[in-house]
């Protein structure tokens, strides 16, 4: 689902389609790191997601953009929210917001993928 869209979205459209590319991700996540990952609290892998998309997006802001755009980045996206799941599906919708290009989303979503693969694994216990 991760493609740039064409036309403006509703802001309840630009949220599903965040929590539908999420979800995907997160679904990589789990894959990649393996059976030996515990996911019974079920938020292990957005809580991975938003902590390496939160890397990803800053270093990329800090290339594209100017400080003031990071330093509200990381007001409005940097602290976890109490509904964990809710916290990656935010940073993906400020990104589509935001029309990031498309070749950058990709990059973004796949280095943000392999940053919480990484993280997850020593955590696991292998």
Not at 42 to 48: F, N, P, Y
Not at 90 to 110: E, F, K, V, Y
């Amino acid at each position: 689902m991760i493609e740039e869209m064409g036309s403006p979205m509703s802001s309840d459209d630009l949220y599903r389609v965040a929590a539908m590319d999420a979800k995907m991700l997160q679904d990589r996540i789990l894959s990649a790191a393996g059976s030996s990952i515990d996911v019974s609290d079920g938020r292990v892998a957005a809580l991975a997601l938003a902590s390496a998309l939160l890397a990803v997006v800053q270093e990329y802001l800090e290339r594209t953009s100017d400080e003031h755009d990071v330093a509200l980045f990381l007001e409005v996206n940097g602290r976890q929210p109490d509904d964990v799941a809710s916290w990656p599906v935010n940073i993906l919708a400020g990104l589509r917001l935001r029309r990031t290009p498309a070749d950058d989303w990709h990059s973004m979503c796949q280095r943000a993928v392999q940053i919480a693969v990484r993280r997850l694994r020593p955590a696991s216990g292998s």
